[in-house]
């Protein structure tokens, strides 16, 4: 399952949706927007996708994810537009019969995350903003 | 022939404008779409090439088609670092 | 924080607990009860503890956690007493400014409690009940 | 001195009782009253030495007094397997 959305992230809806009678194990990641970023104040971040193909990639990398670890269920979701401090911007959930594979599917969703999805953040402080990772 | 060229985030803000059209030779490559655009917007100078054509990411070989739709990358930031 | 509860657990309650503006990753296991072990079909499981040793302990490996991975907060939570199938039994949510730490914290949480925490399971099914790990 | 001797989990279903006290010579430690307490309740045999003394966990060297409470822990299975 992926969500790429303007609105506030539940980390509980996505954890509900892996769970099954199947899985024992949920493993869990959860992003949230910091208040600091490089010793200056954040006010809040901006995100932003190219969304047909950030979709597409958030949709390969849920299925990467199944069939590299032999996982039961994957979800991915990432917020877009204006976060706040304390806001979530991305939670990966996954459930597995076991942990230590729900573990590493859910570090490397992440990390995958990061290096293959076409979505941008700009850090705004008091006195600039800035697009990050360019 | 014409094609159209989408700008996102960090390029956006570098050349000023989320979208513009671009007159490029019959034939030629997303690599050299990708010179001819950091001819006119400097600023994207020294970034690496990444895009979609018609919204399916290709590489710099791909050859463009009149009336493409080519969207500019600049490194991914998605997540939290 | 600690929770050794005979109530259902909630995972949300302990992700919100050990959230902050500082943190940006917080990871969370989750254990649920299978439906299903070794073959057989689990009618219910239940949890025993050592309750004030338990309790000790799971101090500990929380402090243990913090100090070893300089993760910001980590939350334990183990269930008692009967637990149906697709119920929660454990929860550790560890927050951290970055989500290396975060991850190797939640695992490392997860086995020890299994290694050194006074907790007994027996597995009931149709047919027979036994505890497990002895 | 008397002692009262406690156990959970399996070794309570294996003794069939939760509780019971038993007499041990002065200055016994605590290894030495689980070899008795295996003596007692054979179905205790084979499994290793692991016990809180009045609430601590000890190990087989630790002396014992009349009074103390002694917990016979058997493996532990919390969490998921």
């Given at each position: 399952m992926i969500e790429l959305t303007h609105q506030p992230l539940s980390p509980q809806a996505l954890v509900d949706q892996v769970q099954?009678?199947?899985?024992g194990a949920v493993v869990t990641f959860v992003g949230v927007v910091r208040g600091e970023s490089e010793g200056r104040q954040v006010l809040y971040l901006e995100y932003e996708a190219f969304e047909p193909l950030a979709r597409e990639k958030l949709h390969e990398l849920a299925v990467e994810m199944k069939a590299r670890y032999g996982v039961d269920e994957v979800a991915v979701a990432h917020r877009l537009g204006r976060a706040e401090v304390g806001e979530v911007i991305t939670v990966i959930a996954v459930a597995s019969a076991h942990r230590r594979e729900a573990f590493e599917a859910c570090q490397f969703g992440i990390e995958q995350l990061k290096a293959r999805v076409p979505i941008w953040k700009k850090e705004v402080f008091k006195d600039g903003e800035h697009w990050v990772g360019a | 022939m014409k094609v159209t060229v989408r700008f996102f985030a960090l390029y956006r803000q570098l050349v000023g404008t989320a979208e513009t059209s671009v007159e490029v030779p019959a034939g030629a490559t997303l690599s050299q779409l990708w010179e001819q655009v950091q001819g006119l917007f400097?600023?994207?100078?020294g970034y690496p090439l990444m895009a979609a054509v018609n919204g399916e990411q290709c590489d710099g070989t791909t050859p463009l088609s009149g009336g493409d739709e080519v969207a500019f990358l600049p490194p991914f930031s998605g997540g939290r670092r």
């Open positions: 099954s009678g199947r899985a | 400097t600023g994207l100078r």
